[in-house]
């Protein structure tokens, strides 16, 4: 497929995936609806297409980085109409099982191989290749893929049939969710028995009770820094309902997963929407009768 890829969504993770790609040589063909994305992106050196169908016709392989489901199924219909030969459409974002399948038909329907693999990491987590990709669907199509994945993440795993990259990432983001708040609630208490957060944060990261989301988070909930957001909490808040529904529908209990969903809604409530998920602090601490900054 040559070293050339289209990226069709040029947002935090599809703008970041764009220039990592095109750091390490890559030519890259990105199309966005957001006039200013494109200028900013085309200043890093991406080629602008003046539609997805230019993209298309441009690329044998096509990355989607998409808002809604909405727009995944504007994309494939623009990609279809463009009449190409046979294309490897990925698409890195998280809906559900049943968007994804109607990008997999839509694709089937013209020629073209559709993958479902979305990506386990922050925008932040991003920037730094520090991304893995749950790959699904036809494994010669994701093989094809691999020097491409390996350019802007750290690791790529394939996971069978289309969709288990969806259901993977659902339980990973199920875990990302529990931890999000528990590194919040563990802030909160640390702050009001006295204890300095930034001491918190460099004993706990690395022991047994840290993880990947309080090394990630807990910085920001000590600065009380939300902004630019690596994942935006109105983002979140559409991905926790993706994973309800799944785990309601395999009737399995999530009962700390269930217990996270109404901090995030309080974010919300509270005009929290596009900051970042670790914004969750502010309303522990506002529960925790934690006023002022919380830096020591």
């Given at each position: ?208 009770g840290g993880s990947r989301m309080f090394e990630l988070r807990a ?70 009768n934690l006023g002022g900054p919380v830096t020591s």
């Amino acid at each position: 497929m040559g070293k050339t890829v289209g990226v069709i969504g040029l947002g935090i993770m599809g703008g970041a995936i764009s220039r990592n790609l095109h750091q390490r040589g890559w030519r890259v063909i990105g199309a966005d609806i957001d006039a200013a994305r494109r200028t900013e992106l085309a200043a890093d050196g991406i080629d602008i297409a003046a539609d997805v169908a230019g993209v298309a016709r441009a690329a044998e392989v096509l990355l989607l980085s998409l808002p809604s489901p909405a727009a995944v199924r504007q994309v494939a219909a623009e990609i279809a109409a463009a009449k190409v030969e046979r294309r490897i459409v990925a698409e890195l974002s998280t809906f559900a099982i049943e968007d994804k399948m109607s990008l997999h038909d839509a694709m089937e329907a013209v020629g073209h191989v559709a993958l479902d693999c979305p990506l386990s990491g922050t925008g932040a987590q991003a920037v730094n290749r520090d991304l893995v990709v749950y790959a699904s669907g036809e494994r010669a199509a994701v093989e094809a893929c691999a020097p491409l994945f390996a350019d802007f993440a750290k690791k790529s795993a394939y996971l069978g049939a289309f969709g288990n990259g969806s259901r993977m990432k659902f339980v990973a983001n199920l875990l990302v969710a529990i931890h999000n708040v528990a590194a919040a609630e563990a802030m909160a208490l640390a702050r009001k028995s006295g204890l300095d957060p930034s001491d918190m944060v460099e004993v706990i990261a690395p022991g047994a009770g840290g993880s990947r989301m309080f090394e990630l988070r807990a910085p920001m909930m000590v600065r009380d820094e939300y902004l630019p957001a690596t994942m935006r909490v109105s983002t979140w808040s559409k991905d926790m309902s993706i994973i309800a529904e799944f785990a309601k529908t395999l009737g399995v209990e999530t009962p700390c997963f269930d217990a996270t969903r109404p901090v995030y809604d309080e974010a919300l409530r509270l005009g929290l929407g596009e900051m970042d998920t670790a914004a969750v602090y502010r309303v522990i601490a506002g529960r925790s009768n934690l006023g002022g900054p919380v830096t020591s």
